[in-house]
């Protein structure tokens, strides 16, 4: 699962609202071991998000870098890339 949340700083655009939920969803998800919580456990499970969400959010717009911005398709083409090498499909779109 946590092969899915990746880096969210220094992107041109920023990281969107969606991303750094998705990020948080799937690092409570992890230390859970739920993906999704029974009713019992609903509340503290969107509670967890939430708070790691908003925590999230202030450590990206707080980091400082000198480094150029990257380029969320030239970012993605790399991983692509880099999976073809490693599993041995071709790259695709």
């Given at each position: 699962?946590?092969?899915?949340?990746?880096?969210l700083f220094?992107?041109?655009?920023?990281a969107y609202p969606d991303e750094?939920?998705?990020a948080a969803l799937q690092y409570v998800r992890k230390i859970?071991?739920?993906?999704?919580?029974?009713?019992a456990n609903q509340a503290a499970f969107d509670a967890?998000?939430?708070?790691?969400?908003?925590?999230t959010q202030r450590l990206?717009?707080?980091l400082t870098t000198?480094?150029?911005?990257?380029?969320?398709e030239a970012e993605?083409?790399?991983?692509?890339?880099r999976n073809a090498a490693r599993f041995g499909t071709a790259a695709s779109a």
């Open positions: 699962m946590c092969r899915n949340i990746r880096p220094n992107f041109e655009p920023p750094m939920h998705e859970s071991g739920m993906n999704k919580p029974s009713l967890a998000v939430a708070e790691i969400e908003a925590a990206v717009s707080s000198s480094a150029a911005p990257k380029d969320r993605r083409a790399k991983a692509r890339a």
